[in-house]
Nanobody, 126 residues
Framework: QVQLAESGGGLVQDGGSLRLSCAASGSIFRVNEIKIDAMGWYRQVQGKQHESVATITSGGTTTYADSVEGRFTISSDNAKNTVYLQMNNLTPEDTAVYYC???????????????WGQGTQVTVSS
């Protein structure tokens, strides 16, 4: 019912930039007019817990992990149900699998449901 199409990962050198995109789609949004409450990006390094990188609500409120503040920018196009993550000044410590996450249907269901993307690999070489 919900699909998340992630793109933009890849290999970049230390100090480089990448832009991730994640588009949410599905009949649940078209037929029931269920709204997205928030979208965000998480990342996970193998063997470590996943961490929240950045989130943005439907109203435009953003949050960032301290480790990416000032380097990453999250934005969204609500009409397209799409979230973007502009990552600048990347370092090897940013190497991880990045997952798109969506919260939706809070007003419809009473509390929001969530869905995860399959992940996209970001590798920063030194």
């Amino acid at each position: 019912q919900v699909q998340l199409a992630e793109s933009g990962g890849g290999l970049v050198q230390d100090g480089g930039s990448l832009r991730l995109s994640c588009a949410a789609s599905g009949s649940i949004f078209r037929v029931n007019e269920i709204k997205i409450d928030a979208m965000g990006w998480y990342r996970q390094v193998q063997g470590k817990q996943h961490e929240s990188v950045a989130t943005i609500t439907s109203g435009g409120t953003t949050t960032y992990a301290d480790s990416v503040e000032g380097r990453f920018t999250i934005s969204s196009d609500n009409a397209k149900n799409t979230v973007y993550l502009q990552m600048n000044n990347l370092t090897p410590e940013d190497t991880a699998v990045y997952y798109c996450h969506v919260l939706y249907g809070g007003s419809w269901y009473g509390h929001p449901r969530d869905y995860w993307g399959q992940g996209t690999q970001v590798t920063v070489s030194s």
